[in-house]
């Protein structure tokens, strides 16, 4: 499917392509091939998305920018109802969008979302309470110039929720406190592992110290364990 170009002057302005869970992964295929990977796409409205990742299994073209080396504008993006955007820029390296006007309200499945996106700086918003089964698991993990993370308000943790989401974020100096009072298994396992600019440890409200719950690490490989 290709969008009607109109003319102003010699500006060239994209038509808008109202895309739908149906359609979304055809609509940025075409667009991708005809604009090219540094492409606005943010003529393609994805307000009524609701998945960003193909089939959630595994990670192997699922997500929608999956190594396509995409590294173009999508900042003005609706994705307040996306559900599942797993492995959505995986291994963009490039990638390093503005996407301070995201709010990720209804997510459930953001696994590897920008993992190995090397060259990411800022983040979205997740201001959701509760959290799904390894829903932000490896998220950020390898996105080696983010240097500080998100707020995480949520209260109703998951098993594996936030497992490794940080991990070799070597330039990330700030991490966000963690207000959950009731802690599950392998919630924080490796969540700052390998960030070795971390300057301190957040406040964690939660103080259960069970083995399960940090399988021995949460900081393992930065500075904090020394």
């Known amino acids: 499917m290709r969008s009607i170009v109109e003319f102003l002057g010699t500006k060239i302005i994209p038509s808008k392509i109202k895309a739908t869970d149906e359609n979304l992964f055809d609509i940025v ?3 991708l091939k005809r604009l090219g990977k540094r492409a606005d796409l943010n003529h393609i409205d994805v307000s009524n998305c609701t998945k960003f990742s193909s089939n959630g ?3 192997d073209g699922d997500g929608l920018f999956e190594n396509t080396g995409f590294c173009g504008d999508v900042s ?3 994705m307040r109802k996306a559900l599942d955007t797993k492995a959505m820029f995986f291994n963009c390296k490039s990638f390093n969008c ?6 990720l309200d209804s997510i459930e499945n953001a696994m590897f979302m920008f ?3 090397e060259s990411l700086e800022t983040v979205p918003h997740l201001p959701k309470d509760t959290l799904t089964v390894d829903c932000y698991k490896e998220m950020f993990s390898g996105c080696i110039s983010l240097k500080e993370a998100p707020e995480l308000p949520a209260m109703k943790l998951a ?3 936030y497992l ?9 100096v700030k991490a966000p406190d963690l207000p959950a009072i009731n802690l599950v298994d392998k919630c924080y396992v490796n969540m700052f592992c390998g960030c070795e600019s971390l300057k301190q440890i957040p406040k964690i409200a939660g ?3 069970r083995i399960s719950i940090y399988s021995y690490g949460m900081f393992n490989d930065t500075n904090l364990n020394k």
């Open 164 to 172: 490794c989401m940080f991990a070799d974020c070597i330039n990330l």
């Open 76 to 78: 003005k993006w609706d």
């Open 159 to 161: 098993h594996s929720c």
């Open 29 to 31: 295929e075409d667009e």
């Open 115 to 117: 993992s190995c996106c």
């Open 57 to 59: 299994n595994g990670l």
């Open 98 to 103: 503005d996407l301070s006007e995201w709010n």
């Open 207 to 209: 103080k259960d110290w």
